[in-house]
């Protein structure tokens, strides 16, 4: 059977789709300027000069505001009091109006590769309902795979921007301390029974353990086993630590935006349930993980009046699993309100200026509205990275753990048991590929690779891929909430709105 089989034909198609259809069609592009999102334009100097009663005679260069003294351009500036009456004008947003703000490119990457992942991985799923993929590679998991990175990495890259400026000593000590907060919790979580938090770490630590120990004495070569247990909880830790204080900023941003909108819809008391509903919902997810309160509750305990739980233990996996996907769906559903919430900061800015006394320059009034605007993207990616990368992890855990939709196994699924019989029995002597025959067919080429699929394969069953996924995509459904709680009591406490 072929190695790739459809799935080359899916991604190959996909390729064409992105290379045809993605400068002209944009889901990113989209959620920017056909929502209705509304930007605010600064007071021009006439506008200003007119309102503070500045004649224009006391403008030195009436002609030419932007003149040149020594080969620099200067700016025409004065004075105004921060009281002034402005009123700004609001225009809607289109494309010329993004594609020149920062980050704009790096977002509509990060949501348009994103989308592409989600139709392959659909893809994939409806393609193995009638033909499973018992000995092909499954290409999705790739693709998933490298929307993570890149979701990972533009956090970083937002990040790292706090360490560079001479400004952002505040943010700077934000990160850090939170950072070394997430490690310290990340390590009470790791040595917590698992009877209570079911990461499944432990099964993966010991499967991976056994299957390694057999497939190295296939090879005549001598382990002593794994790392150890605690090494690579430290480590697992350390990069719990490292995505949590990527995931500070985003997390305080958004609780900014949600603290916002609920002001607005104070009036709107089932706006205002939506909201909190879907803020909660992380929460809501990381319980599913604790099996007092969420697995045992529903798969073994029996209510009266009933003969049977009320969910079977494959049921419950896939309940857990759709709750995810349909809590990010929803979030995203809601990213205009949020945008817009944040758009309108620019107004609530001049707002809060009018209440103070002194005077204010014209051109650090028209960069603090302006200012607004254009780091919007950066905004939108702090919104939607996090979301990703819930979605993604979530993805990758019901493939590579085997899991399904629907609550029922597939019947080629091998037991636990199954699996490890058939590592100590049937593993690949890897010998055969240091045979020094100068020639060999394709099909002998394509069989030895097989051979190695299946070996390594051998080596990652199931449920090393449960208890890794599983942790990630608990520990990414964690920081979410924790990350915005966070910044809501900071907002209930701080602000000026």
């Known amino acids: 059977m072929a190695l790739l089989g459809a799935q080359l034909v899916i991604t190959l198609i996909m390729i064409s789709v992105i290379q045809k259809l993605g400068p002209h069609y944009s889901l990113a592009r989209w959620l920017l300027c056909s929502t209705g999102l509304i930007r605010y334009l600064y007071p021009t100097d006439s506008e200003l000069r ?112 706090y360490f560079k400026g001479e400004e952002s000593i505040g943010e700077r000590s934000t990160c850090i301390v939170m950072g070394f907060i997430y490690l310290l919790i990340s390590m009470m979580v790791l040595i917590v029974d698992e009877k209570t938090l079911e990461i499944g770490l432990e099964d993966a630590y010991d499967s991976f353990n056994k299957s390694a120990s057999v497939f190295l004495e296939k090879q005549g070569l001598s382990s002593t086993g794994p790392a150890s247990k605690i090494v690579l909880k430290f480590f697992m830790a350390v990069w719990c630590g490292l995505l949590g204080a990527l995931f500070t900023f985003p997390g305080i941003r958004l609780a900014k935006m949600h603290w916002v909108l609920l002001k607005y819809f104070q009036d709107n008391k089932l706006k205002q349930l939506l909201l909190n509903f879907t803020f909660a919902l992380p929460f809501i997810l990381v319980i599913f993980w604790i099996k007092p309160v969420s697995r045992d509750y529903l798969t073994d305990r029996i209510f009266s009046g009933r003969s049977e739980p009320l969910m079977t233990k494959d049921a419950f996996d896939s309940f857990r699993l ?140 199931k449920t090393v891929f449960r208890g890794l996924f599983g942790f990630a995509t608990w520990w990414c459904c964690f920081l979410y909430f924790a990350t915005t709680s966070f910044g809501l009591i900071y907002q209930s406490y701080f602000s000026n709105f």
């Open 50 to 161: 007119e309102l503070a009663n500045i004649p224009k005679e006391k403008s030195k260069n009436r002609k030419n505001p932007k003149a040149q003294t020594n080969g620099k351009t200067t700016v025409d500036t004065f004075h105004i009091p921060r009281s002034l009456d402005i009123k700004l004008d609001s225009i809607k947003i289109t494309r010329q109006d993004v594609i020149h703000i920062r980050y704009y490119t790096e977002y509509q990457w990060l949501v348009d590769f994103s989308v592409y992942a989600a139709v392959i991985y659909g893809a994939t799923e409806l393609y193995q309902v009638w033909f499973p993929l018992k000995n092909e590679i499954n290409l999705s998991m790739v693709w998933c795979f490298l929307v993570i990175l890149f979701a990972i990495k533009l956090l970083l890259g937002l990040t790292v921007q």
């Open 322 to 461: 759709l709750a995810i996907v349909a809590t990010m769906c929803l979030k995203l559903v809601l990213m205009p309100w949020y945008l817009q919430a944040y758009l309108d900061m620019a107004f609530h800015r001049l707002e809060n200026q009018k209440k103070e006394a002194g005077r204010i320059t014209n051109t650090e009034l028209q960069k603090q509205i302006a200012a607004v605007f254009y780091y919007l993207c950066v905004v939108t990616l702090q919104y939607v990275a996090p979301i990703v990368l819930c979605s993604f992890f979530t993805l990758m855990y019901k493939t590579l753990g085997e899991y399904q939709w629907t609550g029922e196994l597939l019947k080629y699924q091998p037991s636990d048991n199954d699996t490890m019989v058939a590592t100590e029995k049937s593993l690949p002597n890897m010998e055969i590929f240091g045979s020094s025959e100068d020639s060999k067919s394709i099909s002998d080429t394509a069989a030895e690779f097989h051979l190695t699929l299946e070996s390594l394969k051998s080596v990652f069953p």
